[in-house]
């Protein structure tokens, strides 16, 4: 396997829509794994939990999941289910799971409860790009996240935070190009009303 250094995988990440029929490598898969446990959590607890989905039935009953929730959330509007390859079309889907005990319960536990599975997902979508491998990052399951934990054994206690497709990307799909404001419009200096200079 190569790599690309992380500020270039930082700079060409994005969002990849389709892919090809290419197996990920079993090392490479093992490699992004790694690499999202590396991520920092609160207190250290390590909540993060990944479920590697290769079955093509179960791929695609979690396909039409997330092609019903789509249209609960769109309607008919463009991007809706229908417009894009569904998770049968990658090789492997990452499910992005937190096991609910491992964090810390109250008011705020949801936006905490981010902050400590979030990090990882990015952490294993920066991997997966310096290896050559697309993905995209959605959480429009969560109209079917308990038919979800039911076919694939999910505990109650653990929530489905994201899922994840991998694979390389198909034809058409290439990483960067995406354009992206410049820091004057997003970033600012001791003051939301002085934008940081270019």
């Known amino acids: 396997m190569t790599d690309m250094s992380l500020m270039e995988a930082l700079r060409v990440q994005r969002s990849i829509r389709s892919f090809s029929s290419r197996p990920v490598p079993e090392e490479a898969l093992r490699a992004v794994l790694r690499a999202a446990t590396w991520a920092p959590s609160a207190g250290n607890r390590q909540p993060w939990r990944f479920v590697v ?6 791929k695609r009953q979690i396909g039409l999941w997330y092609d019903d929730s789509s249209r609960a959330t769109y309607g008919n509007r463009p991007g809706a289910a229908g417009s894009q390859p569904t998770f049968s ?4 889907i990452i499910l992005v799971c937190i096991d609910a005990v491992s964090t810390n319960p109250g008011p705020r536990s949801d936006f905490y409860r981010g902050a400590s599975i979030f990090p990882a997902m990015q952490n294993l979508m920066l991997a997966a790009t310096a290896l050559g ?9 969560r109209h079917h996240e308990t038919d979800i934990k039911r076919l694939l054994g999910i505990p109650d206690s ?25 820091l ?14 270019r």
């Open 133 to 141: 491998l697309g993905t995209r990052p959605t959480t429009m399951h």
């Open 158 to 182: 653990v929530d489905v935070a994201a899922i994840v497709p991998l694979g390389y990307p198909g034809d058409g799909e290439h990483f960067g190009g995406k354009k992206r404001k410049p």
């Open 53 to 58: 989905v290769r079955d093509p039935a179960a």
């Open 184 to 197: 004057s419009e997003v970033a600012f200096d001791g003051a939301w009303s002085k934008p940081l200079s």
């Open 89 to 92: 079309d990658s090789p492997v």
